[in-house]
């Protein structure tokens, strides 16, 4: 089966650090780009960031540009999102997604997602 | 940044019933590459269509996406009770990859 699951989401102060992870499994990891897709509560989706497949081309929002990093360790069939300086409007569900087939595809698996909380 | 219109915001329509939710596009989608997805509360979102018109794996043919160039159309031949959810469209023609605002679609 097919899975995406994330993980490292919690209460962090604003400009602080979190590292999020999200673990592919049931498919050939390596082959497929992969990105992160954040919902704040009650809102749309929003593109926060992407990764090829080799893990050599990075894409960003401007957003988070210079403040998150993207990464992925293929030998782990895990992809990461290093998230620094955070505000309070990064606040928001963080969901991994695999692109369906070429890079920049549509989002054809999801992870469940894993609740991010800016605030002091 | 292309920025995508949906409408409307809330449609109510019965089981049975057809429904078309409409996504508009500041710009020509490159490729008619636009998506469309359904999320349901508590769920993370859920690829029905993709290029305006191919339903994903596993999706009910009562789902269709239609359209071209800026203008695109989803529409569900006959609502069952678990198509009431949020539908999102997506155009990843060209960079950001951006979403629309969401129609949400409920019971009447």
């Known amino acids: 089966e097919v899975q995406l699951l994330e993980s490292g989401g919690g209460l962090v102060q604003p400009g602080g650090s979190l590292r999020l992870s999200c673990a592919a499994s049931g498919f050939t990891f390596r082959s497929y780009a992969m990105s992160w897709v954040r919902q704040a509560q009650g809102k749309g989706l929003e593109w926060v960031s992407s990764?090829?497949?080799?893990?050599?081309?990075?894409y960003n929002a401007e957003s988070v540009k210079g403040r998150f990093t993207i990464s992925r360790d293929n030998s782990k069939n895990t992809l990461y999102l290093q998230m620094n300086s955070l505000r309070a409007e990064d606040t928001a569900v963080y969901y991994c997604a695999k692109d369906r087939d070429i890079w920049g595809d549509a989002f054809d698996i999801w992870g469940q997602g894993t609740m991010v909380t800016v605030s002091s | 940044e292309i920025v995508l219109t949906q409408s409307p915001g809330t449609l109510s329509l019965s089981p049975g019933e057809r429904a078309t939710l409409s996504c508009r596009a500041s710009q020509s989608v490159s490729g008619n590459y636009l998506a469309w997805y359904q999320q349901k509360p508590g769920q993370a979102p859920r690829l029905l269509i993709y290029v305006a018109s191919s339903r994903a794996t596993g999706i009910p043919d009562r789902f269709s996406g239609s359209g071209s160039g800026t203008d695109f159309t989803l529409t569900i031949s006959r609502l069952e009770p678990e198509d009431f959810a949020v539908y999102y469209c997506q155009q990843y023609g060209s960079s950001p990859r951006s979403f629309g605002q969401g129609t949400k679609l409920e019971i009447k």
């Open positions: 990764i090829s497949g080799s893990g050599t081309t990075t």
